[in-house]
């Protein structure tokens, strides 16, 4: 569980938001330690292999857009999830593709559930305060469909450790994933603290 690893994507909007240092800082400071990053520009083919490795995404995400919708007493503009998804799919291409994104992998205990705590929910508008995207933005999904683009969120982040592991794969080789020790690390894992009194 130590070495549990998951894959951070700081948005077109967050590098553009002048966040990136913001958002690292929210991670770094839990103790998970950062184990790779690299800036680069995706292509619109790779943000759709991106969000098409969970097989299930596509049917969760559509759902959660009704059930949004519904919650504020709106009309979903479809009772098909995956015809809202397909709506999706389209606006995150452009967006994720809009701009330079610093892409990172963040390794340690609980590293999944730990990053998507300090993230937040998917609409920053309903996101929880703390949360990345409840602290530092204001976008929602009415805004969203208004402007017909993708709720603008300033990170993605893993939604298992299945998905860690193919994300991971896809944004980075092998020889880019750093393997090294920290020095925090004894402080949390270590059952004693033995040898700090001197
Ligand atoms: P999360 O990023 O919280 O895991 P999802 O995996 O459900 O959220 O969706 C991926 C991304 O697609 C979101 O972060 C957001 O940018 C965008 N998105 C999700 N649902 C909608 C929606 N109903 N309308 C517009 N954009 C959406
Ligand atoms: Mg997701």
């Known amino acids: 569980m130590k070495s549990e690893r998951t894959l951070v ?44 490795v969970d097989p299930n995404w596509k ?20 009772e098909n999830p995956l015809e809202l998804t397909a709506i999706i799919l389209k606006k995150l291409r452009k967006y ?6 610093v892409a990172m992998v963040w390794q340690g205990m609980n590293a999944v559930g730990v990053v ?13 305060v703390g949360s990345i995207r ?5 976008d929602s999904y009415q805004m969203a469909d208004t402007d017909e683009r993708a709720v603008r969120n300033l990170v993605h982040t893993s939604g298992s450790t299945d ?27 270590d059952v004693n603290l033995d040898g700090i009194l001197e």
């Open 9 to 52: 994507i700081i948005k077109p909007d967050g590098i553009q938001r002048a966040l990136i240092g913001e958002v690292i800082k929210r991670y770094e400071r839990t103790g998970l330690k950062l184990v790779a990053m690299k800036m680069t520009v995706a292509t619109e083919d790779m943000i759709e292999t991106h969000y098409s």
């Open 163 to 189: 998905d860690a592991a193919k994300e991971i794969a896809l944004w980075f080789k092998d020889g880019e994933l750093i393997n090294y020790k920290l020095v925090q690390e004894a402080i949390l894992y």
């Open 59 to 78: 049917m969760v995400t559509g759902q959660k857009a009704i059930d949004a919708y519904r919650k504020k007493g709106m009309v979903p503009p479809s």
């Open 96 to 101: 994720m593709s809009s701009g330079p994104v």
């Open 134 to 138: 409840g602290d530092l933005t204001i």
């Open 116 to 128: 998507r705590k300090i993230t937040g929910s998917t609409e920053p508008l309903t996101s929880d």
